[in-house]
């Protein structure tokens, strides 16, 4: 078997694999956790029941992967924001809240599957790692801009509550209700700056 041809059966079996993971996302949107299992995902995929079962032997492994899967994309869309909003308190204050706000409004049903697997955590010692990897995403990418490690993580801690909160309130916050909170977090943070640039007491 050529190379090409190895490269081709490589590329097919990830799509694959990212479909099955991306379809037990959307069964658990729709289902909750519970309606996963290697026949439901296998239908939502539109691939054999054998498929998910090679790729993911138990149902373990498949709901390990997924949370592994939405943590890098959750961190990949979001990262580049929040090293922004380390680098430069207030520049992105906006841009962090509208992301925020989509995330419990036009992306509810995901942001709610996703906190469905992350709070499943708690109770499965094993899929902790993996819960726990957004948060370790995005603070191995701010640690070289952070000067306050642990006002950073009091932030992240407090974006899941209000993503919590928007997900159970009867109506998503807006943009103009985040706003003034996102600013209210940040605002240790300037304190430091402006104490570090000697700027306060001169």
Do not use: C
Request: proline share 5%; no cysteine.
């Amino acid at each position: 078997m050529s190379e090409q041809q190895v490269d081709g059966r490589r590329a097919r079996g990830e799509r694959r694999r990212q479909a099955i993971l991306e379809a037990t996302l959307r069964v658990i949107e729709r289902d909750g956790v519970a309606g996963v299992s290697h026949r439901s995902v296998a239908r939502e995929a539109g691939v054999p029941t054998t498929s998910t079962t090679y790729y993911f032997a138990s149902l373990d492994d498949l709901l390990i992967a997924t949370l592994m899967w939405s943590a890098d994309k959750l961190a990949e869309d979001i990262s580049d924001l929040i090293v922004r909003l380390v680098n430069a308190p207030n520049s992105d204050v906006g841009a962090v809240t509208r992301r925020l706000v989509d995330m419990v409004d036009a992306n509810r049903g995901r942001t709610m599957a996703e906190y469905e697997l992350y709070l499943l955590a708690a109770r499965r010692p094993e899929l902790r790692p993996a819960a726990r990897r957004w948060l370790d995403l995005i603070t191995e990418a701010a640690r070289p801009f952070d000067s306050d490690p642990v006002a950073f993580r009091a932030f992240l801690a407090a974006v899941d509550g209000l993503l919590m909160q928007g997900l159970i309130a009867d109506e998503p916050p807006s943009v103009a209700d985040l706003e003034p909170v996102v600013s209210y977090l940040i605002r240790p943070r300037q304190h430091l700056d402006r104490l570090q640039g000697g700027t306060i007491g001169e």
